[in-house]
């Protein structure tokens, strides 16, 4: 590794990034939209400002406000937690770049830019089980990304615009937009990214999939544990269903119109209600699984899947079975049946059934929903208090070998990795064991 100090000429200026395990080169807390703060609140993300000199990107920029604690499972919180404080603010829309060539001349690595999820309420692109270095290390551009959450970020009401309703939805628009712009000063390809994501990110993906907005942008698809298309709570609303969930929640701040909530600090707004996107006529013009059901939706390669016991951080025993198929298993098969059958583009499905050894204090949850995380970032040196063994570490490698091959090549196979194969039509629908 050169002791250079790594830097990056973007659009917006030119960034300092650090080293990271001395392998890796670092960049964190690069704004790629305009604060979405005051007037800006409820409004499609603008373009930043530029800046004059250098800029310095070596600490995370603050998390999207969210509720705390950060979920209601005590297991689910232990799996995201981080060994720093939380920081949030309005003020979010920040991504962080790992690479192992931050050079424009060695530009042509393939670039995995990754949504977390969160159910639209909790999460941040700079939790540690999200880290970039095992990406990087295997050769590709890791892209971790904020988005607005909860009522900033799917808020729909009669006086917020066209694009009401789905600005989280626009931030990752803008955050792909980025890429597209400036990833080849990290020594990445603008024409091999990857958009990946989990839980509520996956789903953010499948949208994405639908929407002619983010359709240049991505080139192949990753979604893991949920999906936008056959979900338990059916299809989304549309805008006259969300603005009038939209007033209701006005209601609540004393029928406030838009003007009157944009006075009402962040904090109060994010801990009441639970938003998630809408067909707005703008980002989603249709209904998601109209889009899937005639083909119509961006048909690139896809992979996708689910985890064997998903229901139970959500719903306890016997009602955790039914919940985690329902929610996530039945709608991520449906996504990859639909998606190949109406494109004939490549699909492969998995099915993850390690169960994490759990630290002392936490619940048996078996293999509960995020439980992959750890193994297909190969983050689990993030979690050094779990007592990981070696059979982890190794199905770890392989799980990060097989995604990192995939954002290579638009197929998870080569090399020493097992043969997975793709789907080949109804009744024939095979998913690669983990």
């Known amino acids: 590794m050169t002791e250079c100090t790594p830097s990056a000429a973007t659009r917006g200026g030119r960034l300092i990034g650090g080293w ?83 050079s424009p001349a060695t530009a042509g690595l393939p670039v995995m830019v990754w949504v977390h999820g969160g159910g639209n309420r909790y999460g941040h692109g700079s939790q540690d089980i999200h880290n970039g270095r095992s990406m990087a290390a ?14 900033l970020g799917f808020l729909a009401h009669p006086g917020l615009g066209e694009a009401s309703g789905n600005y989280g939805l626009l931030d990752i628009v803008a955050a792909l937009t980025w890429v597209r712009e400036n990833i080849g000063a990290f020594g990445g390809d603008p024409n091999r990214v990857t958009l990946a994501g989990n839980s509520a990110g996956a789903a953010h993906v499948c949208h994405l999939m639908a929407s002619a907005v983010a359709r240049p942008l991505f080139r192949a698809a990753i979604g893991q544990s949920a999906s936008g298309v056959g ?65 119509r939706q961006h048909p690139v390669p896809l992979l996708t899947g689910s985890n064997l016991d998903e229901g139970t951080v959500y719903a306890p025993a016997p009602d955790a079975a039914e919940v985690g198929d329902s929610r996530f298993v039945r709608p991520v098969r449906h996504w990859a049946r639909l998606h190949h059958v109406t494109t004939g583009a490549p699909t492969w499905m998995y099915r993850f059934t390690r169960k994490p050894p759990m630290p002392p204090g936490l619940p048996d949850a ?5 439980a ?25 490698t392989t799980m990060a070998d097989a995604w990192a091959r995939f954002v290579a090549a638009g197929d998870p196979n080569g090399g020493a990795l097992p043969r997975w194969d793709t789907f080949k039509g109804v009744g024939d629908e095979p998913a690669m064991i983990f």
């Open 366 to 370: 078996g293999v509960y929903h995020t």
């Open 138 to 151: 295997r050769g590709v551009v890791m892209v971790t990304l904020n988005y607005r959450l909860g009522a």
């Open 372 to 396: 992959e995380l750890p193994y297909v970032l190969d983050t689990m040196d993030r979690r050094p208090d779990w007592p990981w063994r070696d059979a982890d570490r190794r199905l770890a």
């Open 231 to 295: 979900r338990a709570e059916g299809p989304l609303p549309g805008q006259e269903e969300a603005r009038k969930q939209g007033v209701a929640y006005a209601e609540g701040f004393g029928g406030r119109d838009a003007a009157g909530l944009r006075r009402i600090s962040g904090v109060e707004l994010i801990v009441r209600g639970h938003f998630g996107p809408v067909v707005d006529g703008r980002v989603l013009t249709e209904p998601t699984d109209d889009v899937f059901d005639s083909g």
């Open 20 to 102: 990271e395990d001395r392998e890796v080169a670092v960049f964190r807390g690069i704004p790629f939209a305009a604060p979405p703060v005051g007037e800006l609140r409820w409004r499609p993300p603008e373009r930043p400002e530029p800046w004059e000199g250098e800029r310095r990107a070596d600490e995370f920029g603050p998390a999207p406000l969210q509720p705390q604690p950060a979920a209601d499972s005590v297991m689910y919180r232990s799996n995201f937690a981080d060994r720093r404080p939380l920081v949030m603010s309005e003020d979010c829309l920040y991504l962080n770049v790992w690479t192992p060539e931050p």
